[in-house]
Each structure stands twice: as C-alpha cells, then as structure tokens.
C-alpha cells in the first residue's frame, strides 16, 4: 500500500520521530545508495528556491532520477485534469513531490495516482519545511521535548505544519498574529489535542511580546506570500507592529535562535541585523531541507521490513 506525506501529521509521532533520526543520521554519514532507478517526478506550480535543489539533490544523492516538470509544461488542472495527470504520472514514475497553490489539487492528486504524493507545499501545509525546522532545533538545542517555540506572523501554511508538529512532539507552541490573520480553528484543536498527549501546549495572542517571552526559538515569515500579492500594502500595515527586530529578541531566551524560512523580505518581517545576526539559523534550516528531503524520499519509498 503506497503511503503520502500530504500533511505534517501523516507519519504520527513515532514515525515523524524516526524521520528526524533518519535525517541527522544521513546527515551525519554522506551518501547511500536507497533509492537505485527510481524515479521522482517534481510538479510544481509555484517557483521555487529550496524545495527543488533539495529535492532533486536529494534523489540523485539516493541513487535515483528526479525529472522537473514546470505548470507551463502540464498546466496541472487546466491544461490537463488533476486526475490524467496523476495517472499518467503514476505509470512512469515512483514517487510524485508536488507544489500546489491550492491544497485540494494536492488531495485530488494523491487519490488518482497509485504512486506516493509528498506534499512540497500548499495553501494549507509545509511539512517536509517543518521538518527540517525540528532538525535544526534539534541541532542547536539538543533536544526538542520542553523547547519553546514562538512564531510572530501569519497564521499560514508553515505555522500550521509547525503547531501540528509541535503537539506532536512535545514542543511548546505560541503564536502571534494579527486579528484575522491567525491559526483557524481547526488545526488550532488538532495541535492542542495532539499536545495535550505529548505534555506540551499551543497557545495564541495578539501581542507579539507575550509570545516571544523567554521563548528558545522565534521564527517568523513573509507577510505576503505567492498568490497574495494584491494584499501586501494592506499586510505591511497590519503586520508592521509584529516585526522580528532586536528589540523583540531581546524578549526572548538570552540563548534563542532565530529561523525563518526564507525567502525573506529584509526590514519587513525582520530586519537585517536579526536576519544575519549572530542568533540567525536560517541557513542552517536551508541546508537541513535537503536532509530531511531524504528521510522523506526514504520512508515513503523503502518499504518497512
């Protein structure tokens, strides 16, 4: 039975905790071969920096093929229906990563193709950039169980993947957000019942301050992200009073990080001096990408022995 990574909850706490041993492991020990002549298809709708370097490097270094395939290629639901697309797909590839604007194509997808669909971003998730967030707090904090995490912005698809994996793995979560802009109420009790078994908490607030307080880790966002563009003069406003300057950070743990997901918007969501500072790890975050990719591409494609 294939399996899909379509939500940052898919694998459970066991199995999202095996994937993160898995990175580091790989991390830690160069290359292997797992993946001989298998091929990955990437479908992406949306550019992007990060999540195509990392994925394809990802495959090749596993040993297998990954083929790019650009919206102006397939035109995934105009130019041919979701549904031929993950068919056809199906009958050429392994493994299908797609970048989505809508999360429903993402679903649709996954329910026609008989190979596995591993979510590389939506409207509604980022799970596979989530991951390699707890990778790197796991890095810099040794631990992630009793971390605090605080994440200033936008209640958009990174915070959703982010507070999911947080109840999932007994990360403390707080989140501010301006009115109208936060977590909706559904994942807000997902993540809290998933807290509730893990022994942490996610909490929300209008006040940045209050969130950032003695938090390990703040992690903030663009204001504005793709499809969004005409709402970013409207969001700059809205958004302005929860900029991640020093003063901000100085709220938080005297030892905190900084992360961010990039791209970033310098002198918007943060300023430049926090961004390159000494307490940034938003390079770390990006190389760890392609080590999470990995454990990714591993778990959905190896089968369990």
């Known amino acids: 039975m294939k399996k899909d990574l379509l939500s940052v909850v898919d694998p459970g706490p066991t199995g999202a905790g095996e994937l993160l041993e898995q990175a580091l492991v790989m991390k830690q020990g160069g290359l292997r071969c797992l993946l001989p002549w298998r091929s990955v298809a990437l479908l992406f709708e949306k550019p992007s920096l990060r999540t195509r370097v990392s994925f394809d490097l990802a495959v ?124 909706d109420d559904v994942t807000v009790r997902e993540a809290r019942s998933l807290a509730a078994a893990a022994g942490s908490s996610i909490s929300l607030t209008r006040d940045p301050h209050e969130a950032v307080k ?3 880790v703040v992690y903030t966002d663009t204001w504005t992200s793709m499809g969004q563009e005409k709402e970013a003069a409207v969001r700059r406003e809205v958004f302005a009073p929860f900029q991640v300057n020093a003063a901000l950070m100085s709220r938080a743990d005297a030892d905190a990080v900084f992360m961010h997901c990039l791209p970033a918007h310098h002198g918007e969501e943060v300023t430049s001096d926090v961004l390159n500072g000494a307490s940034s790890v938003v390079f770390d975050q990006a190389e760890n990408r392609l080590h999470v990719q990995k454990a990714v591409l591993a778990q959905i494609l190896i089968p369990a022995d």
């Open 60 to 183: 090749t270094q596993l040993g297998g093929h990954c083929l790019y395939l650009s919206p102006q290629e397939v035109g995934l639901g105009q130019r041919e229906p979701v549904p031929d697309v993950a068919r056809v797909l199906s009958r050429y590839v392994d493994c299908i990563v797609a970048r989505v604007f809508s999360h429903d194509t993402l679903v649709e997808l996954a329910h026609h193709a008989s190979v596995s669909v591993i979510n590389a971003l939506s409207d509604h998730e980022h799970p596979c950039q989530a991951l390699a967030d707890f990778l790197t707090i796991r890095e810099h904090k040794g631990r992630l169980r009793g971390v605090r995490l605080a994440y200033v912005g936008d209640g958009n698809n990174v915070a959703r993947s982010l507070a999911l994996l947080s109840g999932m793995l007994g990360v403390d979560f707080s989140i501010a957000s301006p009115d109208g802009y936060s977590l």
């Open 214 to 216: 003695g938090a390990d």
